[in-house]
Each structure stands twice: as C-alpha cells, then as structure tokens.
C-alpha cells in the first residue's frame, strides 16, 4: 500500500503517503500513464468529518492550476477541490456520487477525485513533497485553522 509519513499535530494523527507530491490546499497528485491522479488528503478528510456529497466537473472540462475544480460536502462544511496541475480532465471517480464516504475510507486510493490530462508536466514539481506538505499541516494546524 506505500509508505506513509505519520503526522501528530494537537493530539491528532495524519497520514501522508510517500511517492505523491501535495498542494498547500491539501490534495494529491500521482502521476501514472500521463495522467495525474488527484484526491483529497487524509488531512484534508479529517478536518471535513463525514463527507456526505460530491460534485464531480465534466470529463473534458479544461482546469487550471490552483481553481476550483469540485466540491466536497460534509456534515460539517463544504469545501472545493483544486486542480494540483492543469490541463484537461480526462476522469472523474463516479463512484464518489454514490459512496462518497470513500473519501473518508479511502483517500489515497479509492477516494480519488479526478484524472488530469496535464498541459504543463513541468507543473507538478512546483508541488510540495511529503516532507513539504507534512511541515505545512503543522504549521497551519499550529496557526489555529
């Protein structure tokens, strides 16, 4: 299943797999046969409780690096998914609009979001690295968010 960095902020622990690169607005990205894989963080699920709903963009959308993308709905909030790169949407997990728990269950695997045809390879090294991204959910867990 990978390895993963444990992270222990304020008593809570979360995982942050090894070999994925991160955004600051805690989603993932892996790439795998020219596409890059995106979903929410184990962070990113935590901190949104039970996620009850999803809104998933088109199959063909075009999407930029940093813009909204989708929409997580939970018990506690509604936050939007960004695109980790950009280019266009090659596909989308349709089995989120019926579990979207698998966001909770499974967020490095069968919680992904979205699969991005990049227009920009060179993107993804802007990306933070597990040690980057495990820094940055201490300090902003840290910071009071």
Do not use: C
């Not at 995982?15 to 892996?30: I, S």
């Not at 995106?38 to 901190?47: C, I």
């Not at 698998?102 to 802007?126: Q, T």
């Amino acid at each position: 299943m990978g390895e993963f960095l444990e992270v222990e902020v304020l008593g809570k622990r979360y995982l942050v797999k090894t070999g994925l690169r991160y955004t600051e607005t805690h989603e993932w990205a892996k790439s795998e046969n020219g596409l890059v894989r995106e979903g929410v963080t184990d962070y990113a699920q935590k901190e949104l409780k039970d996620v009850v709903g999803v809104e998933l963009p088109e199959v063909g959308a075009e999407v930029k690096m940093g813009e909204s993308i989708g929409v997580l709905e939970s018990v506690k909030a509604v936050a939007d998914v960004y695109a980790a790169v950009s280019g266009v949407v090659a596909e989308v997990n349709e089995r989120l609009l019926e579990e979207p728990e698998l966001v909770n269950r499974d967020p490095y695997g069968e919680g992904w979001f979205v699969a991005i045809k990049p227009s920009n390879p060179e993107e993804r090294e802007k990306l933070l690295t597990p040690e980057q991204y495990a820094e940055h959910i201490k300090r902003e867990k840290a910071g009071g968010h």
